[in-house]
Each structure stands twice: as structure tokens, then as C-alpha cells.
């Protein structure tokens, strides 16, 4: 090789090493609003794996449903179309049918017993039922405690669900609860929620303070009562696609970013459950406070009937045992 052929060569190799190593862009999709728990939880996850992988990782996040519904998303992470989500449990059960038993109506106490389930070994046990799914379940974040919202009239009893169209999620279980309380129940994708409210198509739907205020739907509903009727957590979850192609320390940089998005969801859901509550009052909805949950619960309980002994029975169980 000749001198000049030498240092050229040199010359290549130097300037290769000196350049950075292109950073591998993910994305994490959520459907609500940026500005929400969701959002929160996003750029907690997004900050913790960016400083852990010293930028080698980037996320680009993805809200408003910008990459399509909790259902579509989490098939997009099968496929490998997306890296990361952060989901309600409602659609998952869908593809971990151990996920519906954290659905079920008045089965969680309060924040408290919940955190203590999800991040205990039931919690820990239904995230890694995630993997028969292509999936990897990497932490319980948190939606929330659900309401009922809607533009027809007051609901104070079970019985004043009568008839009004009231979307679920995509969730057999909810679905059966407000077909027992003799509403319309129209499951949908959250994405289509807004619209169809706006358009009078459905006259309610429910969720916890958070998305209620984060989508300011005093705009298009008027009433809310505080049923509480479900706990709601959501899911961080990535493709297991494209968590088989990490390697190990960045799959504990992800697991560490997922456990920080989970930390910071809790945090905005309990620093909003009563402001948002107060939000509602003050941009004139009709708050619904004192609700006899024992009255909602009985009417709600044929869903058990019919969907529990199908569902991890024995999980239902332990959930229950776990809070006494
Ligand atoms: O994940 O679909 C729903 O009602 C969910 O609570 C919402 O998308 C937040």
C-alpha cells in the first residue's frame, strides 16, 4: 500500500469513528391529548431512556391517537409498525384475556389497594402474560378511577342510565355492566368519542377526571357523576419485535423509563382527581357527587355473573383477598 493510499485510508477510518452513531428513533403512541397524564407519563419515559442511552435511543412521541386507537396501536406493536404504548387495560384484554380482570366494575378499594395489586405479584404476574401476545409488558401506569358523563340529563340512580347511549371501550365486560343498567352501550374507539358526542350519536360515554378534563368535554357534555364504577390502569407496552433486537442493558434502561412513566401518571392522576373535579364545576357541568355505589354495583353485577367465571376467576379472587 502506498504512503498516500495509507493515510487516506487513515483519514476514512478516523472521520468514521468521529461520526455519531445515528440514534434509533422509537415511537410511543397514547390517545389522549399531549397535555394529559398520558403526556406526562410519555415524557418521563422519553426523558429517563434518552439520558439512560446518552441519546442512542430517541422517542418520538405520538398523542391524540396520532398513530390510531388503544386497538389498533397495540396491533401495530404485534406487527412491529410501533415500538411503544401506553394503553388502558381496555382493549388489551382483547389480546391478554388475564388483562380483563383488572376491568371489572367496583373491584379495586382506591388508588392505594390498586398500586398495591398492580405492582405486587398479581400485577407483575398479568404483565408477563403479555409475551403469549407479542408483547411486553413493562409497567402499570395509570388512567384512572371512570365516570359517567353525558348531555341528556342528571344520572344519579342506575336507573337514570335507562336507555341513554353511553360508549365503552372496546370491552366485553363494560359492555355487559351498562347493558345491565338497561343503557345503550356502544363500544368505539376513544378516537371517535369527540366527534360522535359532538354529533349527538351518543349521549355519554365515561372515563376517569383526567381525560374528562384534559379533552375539556364541558364543551360537549354537561353532566358527570362520580360513580368511580371502574379502575381503570393503563398498560406501558412494547413490541416484543423490537424489544428482541435491544440488547440487555437497553432493555433495562427501557424497564427503568417505563417504571418513570408509571411513577409520573400517579402523580398528575392525584394531583388532578379533586382540581379536575372542581375544573368541571367551574366551566359549568352538573357534578353528580354523593352516588350510592352499592346501588351501581348491584346493578352491575350480572356482568360478573356472566364474565367472571371466564376471566381468571381465581385472579378476581386473589384481587379481591389482596385488598382485605
Ligand atoms: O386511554 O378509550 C378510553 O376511554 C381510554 O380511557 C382513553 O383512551 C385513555
Redesign the pocket.
Known amino acids: 500500500m502506498t504512503t498516500m493510499t495509507r493515510c487516506f485510508a487513515i483519514l476514512i477510518a478516523t472521520t468514521a469513528l468521529a461520526l455519531p452513531v445515528a440514534a434509533k428513533t422509537m415511537n410511543l403512541a397514547?390517545?389522549?391529548p399531549s397535555d394529559s397524564h398520558?403526556g406526562d407519563a410519555g415524557r418521563a419515559f422519553k426523558d429517563t431512556l434518552e439520558t439512560l442511552s446518552g441519546g442512542d435511543i430517541e422517542i418520538a412521541l405520538k398523542p391524540s391517537?396520532a398513530l390510531g386507537?388503544?386497538r389498533d396501536v397495540i396491533e401495530g406493536l404485534q406487527i412491529g409498525t410501533i415500538e411503544f404504548t401506553?394503553?388502558?387495560t381496555?382493549?388489551i384484554g382483547n389480546f391478554v384475556p388475564e388483562v380483563y380482570a383488572l376491568d371489572f366494575p367496583f373491584l379495586f378499594n382506591d388508588y392505594e389497594s390498586a398500586h398495591a395489586v398492580l405492582d405486587g405479584d398479581i400485577g407483575q404476574e398479568i404483565l408477563a402474560k403479555f409475551s403469549q401476545a407479542g408483547l411486553v409488558g413493562l409497567a402499570w401506569s395509570e388512567?384512572g378511577f371512570?365516570h359517567i358523563t353525558n348531555s341528556v340529563h342528571a344520572v344519579e340512580t342506575p336507573e337514570d342510565l335507562a336507555g341513554l347511549k353511553i360508549?365503552t371501550?372496546e370491552n366485553e365486560v363494560h359492555i355487559a355492566a351498562f347493558k345491565a343498567t338497561g343503557a345503550a352501550p356502544t363500544p368505539m374507539?376513544?378516537t371517535e368519542?369527540l366527534t360522535s358526542l359532538q354529533q349527538g350519536t351518543i349521549d355519554g360515554?365515561?372515563?376517569?377526571v383526567p381525560?374528562i378534563t384534559a379533552n375539556n368535554m364541558w364543551e360537549i357534555q354537561k353532566y358527570v357523576t362520580l360513580t368511580g364504577h371502574v379502575y381503570?390502569p393503563?398498560a406501558v407496552v412494547m413490541s416484543q419485535i423490537h424489544w428482541d433486537a435491544l440488547s440487555a442493558q437497553e432493555q433495562d434502561w427501557v424497564r427503568t423509563a417505563a417504571t418513570a412513566a408509571a411513577k409520573a401518571a400517579r402523580a398528575t392522576v392525584a394531583a388532578n382527581e379533586t382540581a379536575g373535579v372542581e375544573a368541571m364545576k367551574a366551566h359549568g357541568m352538573a357534578v353528580v357527587e354523593t352516588v350510592d355505589k352499592a346501588a351501581f354495583a348491584k346493578a352491575v353485577q350480572p356482568a360478573y355473573d356472566q364474565y367472571a367465571d371466564r376471566y381468571s376467576p381465581e385472579l378476581i379472587d386473589r384481587i379481591r383477598m389482596a385488598q382485605q
Request: hydrophobic content about 25%; overall charge neutral; charged content about 15%.
Open positions: 397514547f390517545t389522549p398520558y391517537g386507537g388503544e401506553i394503553s388502558s381496555g382493549p388512567n371512570r360508549r371501550m374507539s376513544w368519542v360515554q365515561e372515563n376517569p381525560i381503570s393503563a
